[in-house]
Structure formats: C-alpha cells, structure tokens
C-alpha cells in the first residue's frame, strides 16, 4: 500500500514563515509518489436498461455534465451486445461473472430442474419478498415461486464473481444495489418495499429507485472507514412503457435522474479519493426495445396456454400449484422470447430429455401454425424464430417454420448479423442442462413481445434494440478511442480484474485492449 504525506500535514508540520523544510518536504512527497505504485482503483457503473444510441448522443452532446467528468474521455466499443436470453437475471450474472449463461447456469428469469428426483421451479423476480410487498401495498397477489432471492445461491459454483476474484490481491470490494454481490465484501441491497414500489411506480417508481440507490451508495461511501478498491453501483434506467414517447422518455431519464445520481454518487468518490486515479466502467446489462404501440401485438398468456394444449401439452401454473411434476410444460416468459421446458411425451418422464422431431419440432410447427393464423394476437406474424435444443448436437438448431439450420449458417447471412448482433456466440454460450427445450422469439422488428405478468415490454429477445448496450473505460493510462468489433458485456469483468492482475480464468470474455487506441 502507497503512503503519500498529504498537504493538510505539511502545512501542519511547517507553518507560514518555515518556507525551506516546508518546500523541502513537499518536494520529497512528489519525488516519492512518482516511483511509488498508486493503489489501483476501480468504479464499475452498471444500467439495468439502456441504448449506446440514446447514451451516446447525449454524452457527446455535452448534456450528460457527471457522467462526462469520468467519462469525456474514453475508450468505447464500437458495439456491444449482451447475453442471451436479454433479461435483467441473465444479463447481472453475467456481468459479475463474466461467463456466459451455460456457464454460469443463469439461463433465464428464472429456473427449471428437471433432473431431480423432483422437478423444481423458481423465477428470480417472483420471490417472496416481492409477495409480501405487493401484499402491504394492494398490489395484486404475485405467485408463491420461491423462497426468496436466489440469484447468488444459483450462479454455479465453478464460475467465480468478479469480488470473488479480486479476493485473490485482498482487493476489498463492495455492491450496491447490484442484482449479483457474491463475494462482495459489501453487499448493500433494495428492500423487498423499494423493490415492489419501483416496479409498480412507473417512470416516478424507477426514478426513486435509482435516487435511492445514489444515495445509499454515497452514504455507504461517505461511512466506510477504509474506501473499497473496487465499488460496482447499479442503477436500474429507464423502462419506458409508451411506444410513442419511448426515445424522448429515455433521453429524458438519462440527462434529467441517470445523469444526477452519477453526480452524487461521484461527489461521495472525491470527498475520499481523487477521482482521477480511479479507473471507471460503464456498461448497460441490455439494451432498451421500446413498447409496441398497440395491445393488439402483445401475445397473451391465454393465447401461448390454449396453443400448447392443442399440440398436447398442460402448461405449470405456479399460482396454482408448487408442483410442476403433474404437467408437461414450464414456460419463462420474457418480453422478447417465450422459454418451454417439455415433458417427454413417451416416457411421461421430466428427466428424460424429450425426443427432438416427435416432440420438439412438432410443438414448434404449432406455434407457427397459430402465428400464421393470427392466434395468439388480431396481428398474424408474430413469431419470429424458434430455437429447438438438440441435445445430441450440444446446441440450439435455428427453425423460421420452414428451415432449420444451425446457429452458424443462419447468424453468418449479412442480414441476419445487423439483425442479431453475436447471436451465433450467444446461443452457444446459453446451451447447458438448465437451458430451455424451445424457445420462441417474438418479431420484435414488427412490434410484437409476449405478455409478462409485471407489464414490461421490453428485454428478452435477441434482436439489436434488446441485444446492443454502451461498454465505456476510463483512467489512468486509458486514452480516447474506439475499440473496433463486437465486444460484449462479458468482456467488463475479466477488463476490470485485469487492472488489479487479476485473471478470472472460469470466465468466458476477454481482456479488452484498453491502454490503446484500436
């Protein structure tokens, strides 16, 4: 550790008049911090939601004044994409972990076992504390799935966190307001209240949310007695719900709360340390699709439950029951894709994997059958792909109703690249046991989602609006640039490590070039 002699002491230990030892000594403090190792310190900035187009605009516009003090100059990637499926679950684990989600077994909203002696299911966002909030409030019921949150608990043991790993230097590390604090040896988390108030609130909601999460990290900051080396804060971002005002809503949040709660949460950082031997992150876990502007292309929970009863199938309802062994579909709905776990229909068995043409194909073929005819929503067209888990082939086979082809021949098209940005890399990084039999996109482009029971209707699918996020560094040796082709939100982790000579090896990203221009 660096000792420096600051000049609050100097001026203690030679007041005016003594100008020769006091000019001395401070000449010995500059010599020294020159050949001494500044401790390296880290400030990673993670958004729930947000798009590089929206952020970019305003930052290079001069309007975002905080967050341009660490990040005016900056080295960005050209573009970034999250993980699959693009949901705030998935894409948390993987930005603490930076492993995708086959590896680190956080594949969804939620969890489906199938392997057991008995088949177990938990979403992450319908937890108990959520239940008891809803409940103080009057807000609807929300199902009993779980015994509360279980994110840090379900990551695999075999993946490490970022504060796992940075324990390897005794670099000390906290989170605050972070969905993933394994390892941390701070974790500051929302209440279960300030979680359902968030949620039910609308844009007022969010915006108390990340206030509260600004000033509970500068408390934090302001009260600790030995600053953490490295302090992940998380704000959850805009989530507009109007389809028209969607872009002028999101700038709105990032200039008008985003922007101010960087403030206040840096101001805390300088009354401690120099913010200028900090090194800063900034990444979006996904990207921001806006609403669709009409009710009539949202497909109904009803719709997806009487589509899969005419192939066969009795979908798990857990409002109903604690037991999906009596069913022979689990669905997690996301916004943007529609997840099946199916029962093999000819053992009747959970853990015997289904059989992919008799049972797979077919209920994909139902679904685009019901597409093509309307069912589901008044708009015909609404599914977009489908992508059919081959176990004997180790990876997903992607089917439009008519072709099925593998990830590489279909994501390789030119078209198909723009589309899905790193779509190829993504679904094999999301195949593992915990993975989904089928999964169904919605035709983002034309406006379609699935509905969810919380209302949102974004996140989830693997198109480029759900799929691209800001990816930013900053400090110390780092210049203005650009670093030239895809990157993603796996990458910030194993950057991030690397600055304190850490190598999270049971990561799947990659130490981005930083001290460079590309």
């Not at 199938?114 to 319908?126: I, N």
């Not at 053992?347 to 994997?353: E, I, M, Y």
């Amino acid at each position: 550790m660096s000792h420096f002699i600051s000049a609050t002491r100097v001026d203690e230990m030679f007041p005016a008049g003594a100008e020769h030892g006091r000019g001395n000594i401070i000449e010995l403090a500059n010599a020294e911090r020159k050949h001494m190792r500044v401790e390296t310190r880290a400030a990673l900035f993670t958004i729930g939601a947000m798009r590089p187009g929206a952020f970019y605009e305003l930052l290079d516009g001069g309007r975002l004044p905080n967050i341009e003090r660490i990040f005016g100059r900056a080295v960005r990637a050209e573009r970034a994409a999250t993980v699959f499926p693009s949901v705030a679950a998935s894409c948390h684990a993987a930005l603490a972990t930076g492993a995708m989600p086959g590896r680190n077994l956080i594949t969804g909203g939620g969890r489906f076992d199938r392997h057991g002696k008995m088949p177990a299911h938990r979403e992450y966002a319908m937890t108990e504390p959520w239940r008891g909030a809803a409940g103080r409030l009057g807000l609807p019921a929300l199902p009993k799935t779980g015994d509360g949150p279980a994110l840090d608990k379900d990551i695999s043991g075999g993946t490490a966190t970022i504060f796992e790993a940075l324990k390897t230097r005794a670099a000390r590390s906290a989170a605050v307001w972070t969905p993933v604090g394994r390892g941390a040896d701070e974790h500051i988390t929302a209440s279960a209240l300030e979680i359902a108030l968030a949620s039910a609130g609308g844009k007022g909601g969010r915006a108390a949310f990340d206030r509260a999460a600004a000033r509970k990290a500068a408390k934090f900051i302001a009260d600790t007695r030995r600053l953490h080396r490295m302090i992940q804060v998380n704000f959850a971002g805009a989530f507009p719900r109007s389809a028209d005002a969607a872009e002028d809503e999101e700038r709105e949040y990032i200039s008008g709360v985003l922007d101010a709660c960087f403030g206040r949460t840096l101001d805390a950082l300088a009354r401690r340390h120099p913010l200028e031997e900090f090194h800063f992150t900034l990444c979006a876990a996904r990207g921001g699709r806006h609403a669709p502007a009409s009710p009539e292309r949202v497909v109904s929970r009803a719709a997806m439950r009487r589509i899969l009863s005419s192939a066969g199938y009795s979908i798990y309802n857990p409002a109903e029951s604690d037991n999906p062994k009596r069913r022979s579909a689990v669905a997690f709905i996301h916004s943007g894709s529609y997840h099946l776990h199916l029962r093999n229909r000819a053992t009747g068995k959970w853990h015997s994997p289904p059989l992919f043409e008799e049972d797979l194909m077919s209920a994909a073929d139902a679904f685009f059958g019901a597409s093509a005819s309307g069912a589901g929503g008044s708009v015909p067209g609404w599914l977009d792909l489908a992508l059919v888990k081959n176990v004997e082939m180790g990876e997903y086979v992607v089917y439009d109703g008519v072709l099925a082809e593998s990830p590489e021949d279909f994501f390789s098209r030119s078209e198909n690249d723009i589309k899905y940005p790193g779509a190829s890399k993504r679904l094999k990084g999301f195949f593992c046991k915990h993975s989904p039999d089928v999964v169904l996109l919605a035709d983002r482009e034309r406006g379609f989602c699935f509905e969810v029971e919380n209302g949102a209707r974004g996140g989830g699918g693997l198109c480029a609006e759900d799929s691209l996020v800001p990816l930013l560094f900053s400090g110390p040796g780092v210049e203005s640039g650009m670093i030239r082709g895809m990157c993603s939100i796996i990458d910030a982790a194993p950057s991030v490590a690397a600055l304190f000579d850490v190598s999270m090896t049971t990561a799947d990203g990659r130490i981005l070039p930083l001290f460079k221009q590309c």
